[in-house]
T-cell receptor, first 114, second 112 residues
Framework: SAVISQKPSRDICQRGTSLTIQCQVD?????MFWYRQQPGQSLTLIAT?????????ESGFVIDKFPISRPNLTFSTLTVSNMSPEDSSIYLC???????????FGSGTRLTVV | GNSVTQMEGPVTLSEEAFLTINCTYT??????LFWYVQYPGEGLQLLLK?????DKGSNKGFEATYRKETTSFHLEKGSVQVSDSAVYFC???????????FGAGTRLTVKP
């Protein structure tokens, strides 16, 4: 199955600033998914990123707040813009795992906004 | 819509106790069902899956059976260990693994 390298693993940021999270996959994948996991809660899909096209955002998430890049089939970034304490969460990227079924996840980025 | 309802936690058990974490689903089609595990400070890992009715997924001593008649996919383990302490998520997907939906997660703590 695919291996995902996600960074940074954690960060503490000042409100009003932006953070870019990177995910590198060791194989080419069509779609990459970005999730948010708020403290003590389940995962919520933010957006789906296809290479060569704009990301598709779920209800409640907008491109201005969470811009996504997908420059090639192995890499994607998610930026959390103009952060507030409510953005403190774990952010995870994932890809399909056709061999095993389900998704493979990165190790997550634990973001704290102060 | 498609959704998963998962037994709320936290669940605290003694080592070697029997574990059940309930999961039921609602879906418009025939979903694939999954259990994921999240160990402290880590991302999610696929624990087991089942893709059709009556399939049983199993891994690391954990089992879950896809029950279409009760729309359930309960996770079980006969004898838990301290190392099983984690958060467990039930999930479903339709349409070739797109649109994965997760339950709320159940935190399991196993005490020696």
């Amino acid at each position: 199955s695919a291996v995902i390298s996600q960074k940074p693993s954690r960060d503490i940021c000042q409100r009003g600033t932006s953070l870019t999270i990177q995910c590198q996959v060791d194989s080419q994948v069509t779609m990459m998914f970005w999730y948010r996991q708020q403290p003590g809660q389940s995962l919520t899909l933010i957006a789906t990123a296809n290479q060569g096209s704009e990301a598709t955002y779920e209800s409640g998430f907008v491109i201005d707040k969470f811009p996504i890049s997908r420059p090639n089939l192995t890499f994607s970034t998610l930026t959390v813009s103009n952060m507030s304490p409510e953005d403190s969460s774990i952010y995870l990227c994932s890809v399909e795992d056709p061999g095993r079924g389900g998704y493979t996840f990165g190790s997550g980025t634990r973001l704290t906004v102060v | 819509g498609n959704s998963v309802t998962q037994m709320e936690g936290p669940v605290t058990l003694s080592e070697e106790a029997f574990l059940t974490i309930n999961c039921t689903y609602t879906a418009t089609g025939y979903p694939s069902l999954f259990w994921y595990v999240q160990y402290p400070g880590e991302g999610l890992q696929l624990l087991l899956k089942a893709t059709k009715a009556d399939d049983k997924g199993s891994n690391k001593g954990f089992e879950a059976t896809y029950r279409k008649e009760t729309t359930s996919f309960h996770l079980e383990k006969g004898s838990v260990q301290v190392s099983d302490s984690a958060v467990y998520f039930c999930a479903l997907s339709l349409y070739n693994n797109n649109d994965m939906r997760f339950g709320a997660g159940t935190r399991l703590t196993v005490k020696p």
